[in-house]
């Protein structure tokens, strides 16, 4: 099992749609867990951190289940400029690979 | 708003040839890393630099590879003999803390020919 997974898609989803995707992990000592998103050809930029409890920002909503290792996220009343690839990262202490990121889904706003 | 500064943004090299990948981190930032990307791959962690040594390194990070963070500003990777394989988007992104949001650069392309 890979250690941090994502369906790659690509989603495509009309504009104003609500669209959700989950990452899974399999390392359960894992402790923090981060959204990014990466536009094409450049830098991950910091969507959101993941907290236990979930967090909301604006139209954007993560979650994590530690008891299924799973974090998602949720996009709500999506905009053109939210397509982009959604990068899941995943960070342990005390190993080697010690911060993870998933390979992305690419998502497409449909006008 | 500081930003994580990267130089060349581009760099071609000849394979068996030294290059050195310039990033200059957000200034009251205490860790650093490298990560790349190859093209259509996914991010990959190379190393994690704090108190002026490695902290952490995966396993790509072999003896060919080399950071440093000379005069308290710049932090560099070293590829000391670089393979066609080497040719990657090298990120590098630093921190104030450890476990916790990392700002990036906006890469180097690196093309090994």
């Known amino acids: 099992r890979k250690e941090v997974e994502q369906d790659p898609g690509p989603f495509n989803v009309p504009e104003g749609a609500t669209v959700a995707f989950n990452c899974t992990y399999s390392n359960s000592a894992s402790q923090s867990f981060f959204w990014y998103r990466q536009d094409c050809r450049k830098e991950p930029k910091l969507l959101m951190s993941v907290y236990s409890s979930g967090n909301e920002d604006g139209r954007f909503t993560a979650q994590l289940n530690r008891a299924s290792q799973y974090i998602s996220l949720l996009i709500r009343d999506s905009k053109l400029s939210d397509s982009a690839t959604y990068l899941c990262v995943v960070s342990y202490m005390n190993r080697d690979d010690k911060i993870i990121f998933g390979k992305g889904t690419r998502l497409h706003i449909l006008p | 708003e500081p930003e994580v500064t990267q130089t060349p943004s581009h760099q071609v090299t000849q394979m068996g040839q030294e290059v050195i990948l310039r990033c200059v981190p957000i200034s009251n930032h205490l860790y650093f890393y490298w990560y790349r990307q190859i093209l259509g791959q996914k991010v990959e962690f190379l190393v994690s630099?704090?108190?002026?040594?490695?902290?952490?390194k995966s396993e790509i990070f072999d003896d060919q590879f080399s950071v440093e963070r000379p005069d308290g500003s710049n932090f560099t990777l070293k590829i000391r003999s670089t393979k066609l394989e080497d040719s990657a988007m090298y990120f590098c992104?630093?921190?104030?803390?450890?476990?916790?949001?990392?700002?990036f650069g906006p890469g180097t392309r690196l093309l090994v020919l």
């Open positions: 630099f704090y108190n002026n040594e490695i902290s952490e």
């Open positions: 992104a630093s921190g104030l803390r450890t476990q916790e949001t990392q700002y």
